[in-house]
């Protein structure tokens, strides 16, 4: 019984998973499932894909870890690759292990920033404008970033210098910066509260209010970036115009090992042109796991198969596929089909169907997929989310999709 020496912090299903090849995990029982959920939007490129594992292979022959005291080749290439191929502006990376991590990171960029440009009385501004339903982590940062109460309660007090507002309501946010504000954080699809994109002009907005008052610009890729939305990272998917100051990554990084690190621009902050990246010098930020040769070699190997096989691109046609696909059938418990690229929630109407007590709808729904031999996820109570490898193959999807649709047939 795992509950017996494990931590009971999750729910979890009761499957045990033995294996995966591409976009199937098969559990110890030796049945098999399509897998959408790609622990969650993480497997871009499915499981056990031949260059991830013989990179992963290759790099633990020759060297895992030898800490940051050093030079570590693979950090620099990686670092590279993302900048030039994935964010595209110019800017430095900082190496870490999940998503919280590089959330906690970018907010400590952001409060630095607001001791280097403080308010009128010379005393620092700290707060950041983060958004209801929003999802940045566990740790006592993140968490106090995060705009769902689910996840704080009883952990205050909280990191104080976080400020909450409606998602894609500009006006809101207008009347929430003050002198303290230092930073608005946001994804570019809410992906965890329910896949819910920013509307273009929102985002306009956002950025150009970043500039009118000094602001950051933080936008958390962990789940979206690196090809997830149809495009290298979210908010190019919705306004590609946009310039952020920071961006935080994670999950699809790694493929499945766990890799994060977060991107500071090197715009100038002041017209002296100091750059915001130099702001974070020697000893300001730092950890023993981050970036090592191990998963640096491994992320190395994903994102350049990302690039390599336009996967990116391809995952804005699947996207597409799946959202027309799931719109014909014409259900009654659908609602809309959300989200951008393989990041797609199917919203599920309220009413339409009987729910057991005690669960929600889409813990409901995902509960019947993976009876029927399809792992999905859900997103918020009422949207069944669809996050498959990049690389998922047209007929695996058209599978799993077939396993959906009798699903929601039978509600
Ligand atoms: C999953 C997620 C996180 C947290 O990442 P961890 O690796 O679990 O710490 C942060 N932000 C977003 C948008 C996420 O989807």
Same mark, same amino acid.
């Given at each position: 019984?795992?509950?017996?020496?494990?931590?009971?912090?999750?729910?979890?299903?009761?499957?045990? =998973?033995?294996?995966?090849?591409?976009?199937?995990?098969?559990?110890?029982?030796?049945?098999?499932?399509v897998?959408f959920?790609?622990?969650?939007?993480?497997?871009?490129?499915?499981?056990?894909?031949?260059?991830?594992?013989?990179?992963? $292979?290759?790099?633990?022959?020759?060297?895992?870890?030898?800490?940051?005291?050093? @030079?570590?080749?693979?950090?620099?290439?990686?670092?590279?690759?993302?900048?030039?191929?994935?964010?595209?502006?110019?800017?430095?990376?900082?190496?870490?292990?999940?998503?919280?991590?590089?959330?906690?990171?970018?907010?400590?960029?952001?409060?630095?920033? !607001?001791?280097?440009?403080?308010?009128?009385?010379? $005393?620092?501004?700290?707060?950041?404008?983060?958004?209801?339903?929003?999802?940045?982590?566990?740790?006592?940062?993140?968490?106090?970033?995060?705009?769902?109460?689910?996840?704080?309660?009883?952990?205050?007090?909280?990191?104080?210098?976080?400020?909450?507002?409606?998602?894609?309501?500009?006006?809101?946010?207008?009347?929430?910066?003050?002198?303290?504000?230092?930073?608005?954080?946001?994804?570019?699809?809410?992906?965890?509260?329910g896949v819910?994109p920013? @509307?273009?002009?929102?985002?306009?907005?956002?950025?150009?209010?970043?500039?009118?008052?000094?602001?950051?610009?933080?936008?958390?890729?962990?789940?979206?970036?690196?090809?997830?939305?149809?495009?290298?990272?979210?908010?190019? #998917?919705?306004?590609?115009?946009?310039?952020?100051?920071? =961006? $935080?990554?994670?999950? !699809?990084?790694?493929?499945?090992?766990?890799?994060?690190?977060?991107?500071? $621009?090197?715009?100038?902050?002041? #017209? #002296?042109?100091?750059?915001?990246?130099?702001?974070?010098?020697?000893?300001?930020?730092?950890?023993?796991?981050?970036?090592?040769?191990?998963?640096?070699?491994?992320?190395?190997?994903?994102?350049?198969?990302?690039?390599?096989?336009?996967?990116?691109?391809?995952? #804005?046609k699947l996207g597409e596929y799946i959202k027309t696909t799931v719109e014909g059938w014409n259900l009654p418990c659908v609602e809309t089909v959300r989200g951008l690229?393989l990041?797609r929630g199917i919203g599920l109407r309220k009413g339409a169907f009987t729910v057991?007590? !005690?669960?929600?709808p889409a813990?409901y729904v995902n509960?019947l997929c993976?009876?029927a031999?399809l792992?999905a996820?859900?997103a918020?109570?009422d949207t069944l989310r669809l996050?498959p490898?990049? @690389?998922?193959?047209q007929?695996?999807l058209e599978e799993g999709l077939g396993i959906l649709k009798t699903v929601l047939e039978k509600l």
């Amino acid at each position: 019984m795992i509950q017996e020496h494990v931590l009971g912090t999750y729910g979890r299903a009761p499957i045990t =998973v033995a294996k995966g090849e591409g976009s199937y995990l098969f559990d110890t029982e030796g049945r098999r499932y399509v897998d959408f959920c790609a622990g969650i939007a993480t497997c871009s490129l499915g499981h056990c894909h031949a260059k991830v594992v013989e990179a992963l $292979s290759r790099q633990a022959g020759q060297l895992m870890h030898c800490s940051n005291l050093y @030079n570590i080749p693979q950090q620099e290439e990686l670092a590279a690759l993302i900048c030039d191929k994935m964010i595209g502006l110019p800017g430095k990376i900082f190496f870490c292990n999940s998503g919280a991590e590089a959330n906690d990171g970018i907010i400590k960029v952001a409060r630095r920033f !607001g001791h280097r440009h403080p308010q009128a009385d010379g $005393s620092p501004r700290y707060e950041v404008i983060t958004f209801n339903k929003s999802f940045h982590g566990r740790t006592l940062g993140s968490m106090a970033a995060t705009g769902q109460t689910k996840i704080q309660v009883e952990f205050d007090p909280l990191l104080v210098g976080f400020k909450y507002v409606d998602f894609n309501d500009l006006e809101a946010l207008k009347a929430a910066v003050s002198d303290i504000t230092c930073g608005i954080m946001l994804e570019a699809v809410q992906g965890e509260g329910g896949v819910n994109p920013a @509307n273009p002009e929102f985002l306009r907005g956002v950025a150009a209010l970043c500039k009118q008052k000094d602001l950051l610009l933080m936008i958390d890729e962990v789940q979206c970036g690196f090809g997830r939305t149809g495009a290298t990272m979210g908010w190019k #998917a919705v306004c590609p115009e946009v310039e952020p100051d920071l =961006v $935080s990554c994670a999950k !699809g990084i790694g493929g499945g090992f766990p890799m994060g690190c977060f991107w500071v $621009s090197n715009r100038a902050i002041d #017209a #002296a042109g100091t750059q915001l990246s130099s702001i974070m010098g020697p000893g300001s930020h730092g950890s023993t796991f981050g970036g090592t040769p191990i998963a640096c070699a491994t992320s190395l190997a994903v994102v350049t198969e990302i690039v390599e096989q336009g996967l990116t691109e391809r995952a #804005a046609k699947l996207g597409e596929y799946i959202k027309t696909t799931v719109e014909g059938w014409n259900l009654p418990c659908v609602e809309t089909v959300r989200g951008l690229g393989l990041l797609r929630g199917i919203g599920l109407r309220k009413g339409a169907f009987t729910v057991p007590d !005690g669960a929600t709808p889409a813990a409901y729904v995902n509960t019947l997929c993976m009876q029927a031999g399809l792992l999905a996820c859900p997103a918020g109570p009422d949207t069944l989310r669809l996050i498959p490898a990049l @690389n998922v193959p047209q007929e695996v999807l058209e599978e799993g999709l077939g396993i959906l649709k009798t699903v929601l047939e039978k509600l």
